[in-house]
């Protein structure tokens, strides 16, 4: 992976992470409904992101050094 | 009051049994690949990527405490632990994610294997001595989720407390040892699938169970209206102390194995940030539950009230899975900490003192031992939980921040560290947080682990000043068995 794409990716994860701390506090704050939907989808994209994720790994070979 | 034993059908009595072979299964598939080398056994040859080492990381970090401990204590604290612990926890762990994950991956040596190692490899073997107090640490948190999973078994299966917490420690034991972190990291990954999507489709099925936040609120108030205010029922020392615990992250030896695992340091700070995103969100919906389970069932005792909402909330089928969520959240960490607790033993403290000489096909062989002696061990000490889990990590996490964060982070950068300033503030450290909380009985209410920390500082430093002339300055090869790895 190139050194800038590998920033971008690093840096996207990072905002990520900001952004859901501050939301969470926001809608714990102001007492939001979206947040009971937001947390499940969060939650379901994250199963499927490992789930599929480690499926591929497998399949390019990632255990087999 | 419900009768949750009743709600636990043969469906989940079959999947339970299937689900724990499936693991025993993966542990033994991964047993020779595993057993070539330390390196292979404790680090699956560093070729772990984005999504296994999130699924591993969030897995092994987001556990049964997280699942029953933190419902629990928002029963007690409210919307308090979003603010001081799980917002909290995410923001000031990004730089652990994103320069000292990939700095440790990228460059610290193949042969610092284990924590102690890094310790003798920044400082010297002396005050990695002293981080094995860390092994003890582990162990009797352990013995907290083991007691987690043996209690929610009880629960809504009827089994024997007891009988659960065996059963349970035995699985994790087994593959553990079989298959060392290859057969961890696979079914981590597997764990923190069913984790993640149960407690996803809890919180859809949370909503029109308490009536959105209107329900939830109303409910709560007439409880104690506290419990939605930030500060909650807590006090501004009580809050400094539940962040101090989140810090426990940058000094749990879990942390430092998954980045030596990785494939590359650009892998740890995507997969660690990521790990975060989650892990914060499910830590969030365990509160929610949390706090359900206090405006809906207020008399019940709170873990009874936390699996009363889920079981109520749930349809039928995904009660199991949520079950089978705590069983693998419990999994998922203790057979890391069973991994991590015996190859410091063993090859840290056994080797080092008794046998030099020894080989590494031998230190594999004697680390399954271990294990398994590890377990039986943790099974003892679920025996100091009887009283619930609640606080367990704002104590243990609390504990390992303040006694080796100072030390370790300061090690990793500051060029004027010295062995003997980091020997002095470890030693001098662990008597001021026995003595603060133990002898003195947290004097002002000043919690022990943001005392300590604050001591830990205010020792470190001054003791690296004055000992710089002392010629132990700058880094000392690891002499702790690792040596001979590189």
Same mark, same amino acid.
């Given at each position: ?65 | ?79 308090f632990l979003i603010f001081f612990y799980v917002a909290v926890q995410a923001l000031v762990r990004i730089p652990l994610a994103t320069w000292i994950g990939p700095y440790v ?42 007691? /987690? #999973? *043996?209690?929610? @078994?009880?629960? %809504?299966? $009827? ?5 659960? !917490? =065996?059963?349970? +420690? ?98 740890? /700070? #995507? *997969?660690?940030? @990521?790990?975060? %995103?989650? $892990? ?5 919906? !365990? =509160?929610?539950? +949390? ?119 300061? +090690? ?75």
């Open positions: 992976m190139p050194k800038q794409e590998k920033s971008t990716w690093v840096s996207l994860s990072v905002i990520m992470l900001v952004f859901q701390s501050l939301f969470l506090m926001w809608a714990f704050l102001t007492k939001c409904d979206v947040v009971f939907f937001e947390m499940g989808t969060v939650l379901i994209i994250s199963a499927l992101y490992v789930g599929v994720g480690y499926v591929i790994e497998v399949a390019r070979g990632v255990f087999r050094n | 009051m419900m009768d949750l034993r009743s709600m636990w059908s043969a469906w989940d009595w079959i999947s339970l049994p299937v689900y724990l072979a499936i693991l025993l299964y993966v542990g033994f598939k991964f047993k020779e690949r595993a057993g070539k080398n330390l390196e292979s056994f404790f680090l699956a040859n560093r070729c772990l990527t984005v999504p296994i080492l999130l699924g591993t990381a969030a897995a092994s970090w987001y556990e049964s405490w997280t699942v029953v401990g933190l419902g629990t204590s928002a029963w007690e604290l409210g919307i991956r990228d460059s610290i040596p193949a042969h610092v294997v284990t924590l102690p190692d890094l310790i003798a490899y920044l400082y010297d073997k002396k005050s990695a001595y002293v981080g094995g107090v860390m092994v003890v640490t582990i162990a009797i948190y352990s013995g907290a989720l083991l007691f /987690a #999973i *043996g209690e929610v @078994l009880h629960l %809504v299966t $009827g089994l024997p407390l007891f009988l659960g !917490m =065996v059963i349970a +420690g035995a699985v994790v034991g087994i593959y553990t040892a079989a298959g060392g972190l290859y057969s961890v990291a696979v079914t981590d990954c597997v764990q923190w699938v069913i984790m993640a999507g149960s407690a996803g489709l809890a919180a859809f099925h949370l909503y029109p169970f308490v009536g959105g936040w209107e329900g939830l609120s109303k409910a709560l108030v007439v409880q104690d209206p506290r419990l939605l205010s930030p500060i909650g029922t807590g006090n501004v020392l009580e809050a400094i102390g539940w962040s101090v615990s989140a810090l426990a992250l940058y000094v749990h030896p879990t942390s430092y194995q998954r980045f030596s695992a990785a494939r590359r340091s650009s892998d740890v /700070a #995507i *997969g660690f940030n @990521l790990m975060q %995103v989650f $892990g914060i969100t499910f830590s969030a919906v !365990m =509160v929610m539950i +949390g706090l359900c389970s206090r405006a809906l069932y207020p008399t019940l005792k709170p873990a009874t009230g936390f699996w009363t909402v889920i079981l109520s909330t749930l349809p039928a089928g995904l009660r199991g899975l949520f079950v089978a969520a705590l069983t693998a959240a419990v999994m998922s960490t203790v057979d890391t900490e069973f991994l991590i607790s015996s190859t410091t033993l063993v090859k840290n403290f056994y080797k080092e003192i008794f046998r030099p000489t020894m080989s590494e096909s031998d230190l594999i062989r004697v680390n399954r031992y271990v294990i398994y002696l590890y377990c039986v061990l943790m099974v003892g000490l679920t025996q100091l939980w009887y009283g619930g889990i609640s606080r367990a990590w704002y104590y243990i996490g609390g504990f390992l921040t303040s006694v080796f964060f100072v030390p370790l982070v300061a +090690g990793l950068f500051w060029k004027g560290r010295t062995a003997s300033g980091c020997f002095i503030a470890l030693v001098a450290s662990l008597v001021f947080y026995s003595l603060w909380e133990f002898i003195l009985g947290q004097p002002f209410g000043f919690p022990t682990n943001l005392a300590t920390w604050l001591f830990s500082a205010l020792v470190y430093f001054p003791a690296c000043l004055l000992t710089q002339k002392s010629g132990k300055a700058g880094r000392v090869e690891p002499t702790m068995g690792g040596s001979e790895n590189a």
